[in-house]
C-alpha cells in the first residue's frame, strides 16, 4: 500500500481544522507530503518519538502552526533572513514553512542523516526559499553575516542559557532569537530581555514561545 494512502488529504484537513488551524490546499499537500516522507523515514533513523502522523500533528507539528502565529506578531522587516538552529527531522521550520512563507529560512543540522532527510524532503516537496546546512552552527555563523539576520529559531538546539551565550559573542546580531520552551526564562543575562512571548497548551502541558532581543 502506498505510503500516501495511510495519510489521506481529507483526513489531514479535519484534523487539522480539530487542531483550531485551517490550511489550504496546497499546504495540506505540503504537509502530506512531509508526513508521508518523516514516518517512513522515522521506521528506519528514529527521527521523532512519535509514529503515526496523527500523534506527529497533535504533539510535534502544531508547534509550528502556533509559531507561525507568534512569528508574524514580531513586526519582522520585509523579506527577512531566518535560521533554524538543531532543525532535526524539520520541527518546527518545515511545517512552518508550510504556512508562513516569508524571506528566506536555513535549516542547519549538523548530524549528516537528518540533514539528508531535510535535503531529500526539499527536493521532493520544495518550499519557498528554504535551504538546508549540514555542519556546526558555530560552523554556519562564521561563513555567514549575522547583521543581516532577522530571526533565529531553537526548538531543543541546546540549553538556552548555552544558545544566548554563543550569539552574544556575536555583536553584529541585532534581531530575534525565539525559542520553545516549558517556562518562562528567568535570570537572563543582562545582555538580554524578553521582547514578548506566546503562550499555549497541548494535551493540558502548557508551552511557551519566547522571543529575545540583544539589549541595547
Given at each position: 500500500?502506498?505510503?500516501?494512502?495511510?495519510?489521506?488529504?481529507?483526513?489531514?484537513?479535519?484534523y487539522?481544522?480539530?487542531?483550531?488551524?485551517?490550511?489550504?490546499?496546497?499546504?495540506?499537500?505540503?504537509?502530506?507530503?512531509?508526513?508521508?516522507?518523516?514516518?517512513?523515514?522515522?521506521?528506519?533513523?528514529?527521527?521523532?518519538?512519535?509514529?503515526?502522523?496523527?500523534?506527529?500533528?497533535?504533539?510535534?507539528?502544531?508547534?509550528?502552526?502556533h509559531?507561525?502565529?507568534?512569528?508574524?506578531?514580531?513586526?519582522?522587516?520585509?523579506?527577512?533572513?531566518?535560521?533554524?538552529?538543531?532543525?532535526?527531522?524539520?520541527?518546527?521550520?518545515?511545517?512552518?514553512?508550510?504556512?508562513?512563507?516569508?524571506?528566506?529560512?536555513?535549516?542547519?543540522?549538523?548530524?549528516?542523516?537528518?540533514?539528508?532527510?531535510?535535503?531529500?524532503?526539499?527536493?521532493?516537496?520544495?518550499?519557498?526559499?528554504?535551504?538546508?546546512?549540514?555542519?556546526?552552527?558555530?560552523?554556519?555563523?562564521?561563513?555567514?553575516c549575522?547583521?543581516?539576520?532577522?530571526?533565529?529559531?531553537?526548538?531543543?538546539?541546546?540549553?538556552?542559557?548555552?544558545?544566548?551565550?554563543?550569539?552574544?559573542?556575536?555583536?553584529?546580531?541585532?534581531?530575534?532569537?525565539?525559542?520553545l520552551?516549558?517556562?518562562?526564562?528567568?535570570?537572563?543575562?543582562?545582555?538580554?530581555?524578553?521582547?514578548?512571548?506566546?503562550?499555549?497548551?497541548?494535551?493540558?502541558?502548557?508551552?511557551?514561545?519566547?522571543?529575545?532581543?540583544?539589549?541595547?
Amino acid at each position: 500500500m502506498p505510503i500516501s494512502s495511510l495519510v489521506p488529504l481529507t483526513e489531514i484537513r479535519q484534523y487539522c481544522l480539530q487542531l483550531g488551524f485551517s490550511l489550504s490546499d496546497q499546504e495540506i499537500e505540503s504537509l502530506r507530503g512531509y508526513l508521508c516522507l518523516l514516518t517512513k523515514w522515522n521506521k528506519v533513523m528514529n527521527l521523532v518519538g512519535f509514529t503515526t502522523w496523527k500523534t506527529i500533528c497533535s504533539n510535534l507539528i502544531i508547534d509550528s502552526f502556533h509559531l507561525a502565529i507568534f512569528i508574524r506578531s514580531l513586526s519582522l522587516p520585509t523579506d527577512p533572513l531566518c535560521w533554524d538552529f538543531g532543525s532535526g527531522a524539520g520541527l518546527p521550520g518545515i511545517p512552518l514553512r508550510i504556512i508562513w512563507k516569508e524571506g528566506s529560512y536555513w535549516l542547519v543540522e549538523s548530524r549528516e542523516k537528518r540533514a539528508i532527510f531535510l535535503k531529500t524532503l526539499l527536493a521532493q516537496y520544495p518550499l519557498t526559499q528554504t535551504y538546508v546546512y549540514c555542519g556546526r552552527v558555530e560552523e554556519f555563523m562564521l561563513a555567514n553575516c549575522l547583521s543581516d539576520v532577522a530571526l533565529i529559531v531553537s526548538r531543543a538546539f541546546m540549553p538556552w542559557q548555552a544558545l544566548l551565550k554563543l550569539i552574544e559573542k556575536k555583536i553584529s546580531f541585532k534581531g530575534v532569537i525565539v525559542l520553545l520552551l516549558n517556562d518562562i526564562p528567568k535570570n537572563i543575562d543582562s545582555c538580554w530581555y524578553i521582547q514578548t512571548t506566546y503562550p499555549y497548551s497541548i494535551g493540558g502541558e502548557k508551552r511557551f514561545f519566547v522571543a529575545l532581543k540583544k539589549a541595547s
